[in-house]
């Protein structure tokens, strides 16, 4: 493979992944609704009910709707990483995959265009919705949105890559509910996203203090959060950049003929 093909490559899948969100527009809207209604509903009914004050890691009081943007824009990369690996289901079934897993490219880079094309529209709807967030008067730092670019590459790489591993074991479009339930709404709550986890330690629920210490998304939302405001959070890039590493190689083996899902062809009876 030369650079000149390896780009021809990426290029040419990340302009179908973009023509085809372009033909769906229902797509940004829904994914930009679900974070806006938690932003502007439960954010303002969670201060004013239970009076959140959030103190680490920054010192100084911060509304609570600013604390949960960090976790929103990780929302954002979570529900469009789980969407990417729903189309992949889909292209799987259609024979897409397939064509495309044939081209005189390895393998793994294949797979790792389109989890570029789609970790840049992850991005670019995470600006989308930090866009919204500035209309109503969101106090977050204007170089923040430079310093979380980083970030939310990162981000949107490793969840995507969750994406690209379930895509592997998700055989038919009708499991992706199931998915939703027991991996994205998981994922999500029992994390850092809507409160700190030093409020669960200090409310008792150890048990869940525990699972949110070890949920990848966790460090996800500490990623961005650091990011912007400038800081760097060493641990969750780590923790970030390992989980990428580990489910992309694990989706790699299953997207082998001789190991995973696509050796699986109809026989003629």
Known sequence: MTPHHGLQALLAVSNREVVKFSQQ?????SALVRPSLWLIVFATGFQNVFGVSIIPPYETYIEYEVYIVPGLLG?????????????MVYDREM?????????????????????????LLSVLQAYAFL???????????????????????????MLGAVGLLLSVYIRQLENFAGTMNFVIFPMFFISSAL??????????????????????????????????YGQFDATAFVVVLVTLAVCFGFAVLGYDPQRGQVRRVQRPA
């Open 95 to 119: 024979g897409i995959m397939r064509l495309l897993l044939t081209a005189p490219l390895p393998r793994w880079y294949l797979l790792l265009c389109k989890l570029v094309a789609g970790t």
């Open 195 to 228: 409160y700190p986890l030093w409020k669960l330690q200090e409310a008792g629920a150890e048990v869940v203090y525990q699972l949110a210490r070890f949920n990848p998304f966790t460090h996800v939302v500490q990623l961005i959060r650091h990011a912007l």
């Open 131 to 157: 866009i919204i967030c500035a209309l109503f008067d969101v106090d977050l730092p204007w170089d923040g949105w430079l310093y979380v670019l980083p970030a939310l590459l990162l981000c949107g790489l």
């Open 75 to 87: 929302m954002v990369l979570l529900f469009n990483g789980m969407q990417s690996s729903l189309a």
């Open 25 to 29: 527009r229902g797509r940004l809207f």
